[in-house]
């Protein structure tokens, strides 16, 4: 079983910087691509981003791109989220996603295992 547990969430007025940070439990981990999902108040999950095994490929969708950064450091089984430049519609909980393949992904039902999330919260 793989456990995965965000943190790095918090409240931030807009323009500000959050960096989130999910942790493996596994240390096979590292051979699978990675990815972010967030679900705001009322709204379906959505894709945020993701990342190959060995970090060379980054996918990142049209809200972020520009403003966040997915990075992975494999020695310490985790996967990050740089947040710049934060807007009220980034509100929304962040989970980080693991998928059994090397290949990242956007579709969630791609990825076989979830975190439970972080609140991130920005505010006007």
């Known amino acids: 079983q793989v456990y995965l547990v965000e943190s790095g969430g918090g409240s931030v007025q807009a323009g500000g910087s959050l960096r989130l940070s999910c942790a493996a439990s596994a240390r096979f981990v590292t051979g699978y691509a990675m990815g972010w999902f967030r679900q705001g108040p009322g709204k379906e999950r959505e894709f945020v981003a993701a990342?190959?095994?060995?970090?060379?490929?980054?996918i990142y969708s049209d809200s972020v791109k520009g403003r966040f950064t997915i990075s992975r450091d494999n020695a310490e089984n985790s996967v990050y989220l740089r947040m710049n430049s934060l807007t009220p519609e980034d509100t929304a909980v962040y989970h980080c996603?693991?998928?059994?393949?090397?290949?990242?992904?956007?579709?969630?039902?791609?990825?076989?295992?979830w975190g439970q999330g972080t609140q991130v919260t920005v505010s006007s």
């Open positions: 996603a693991l998928r059994a393949s090397i290949w990242a992904a956007v579709m969630s039902r791609e990825y076989d295992y």
């Open positions: 990342i190959n095994r060995d970090g060379s490929t980054t």
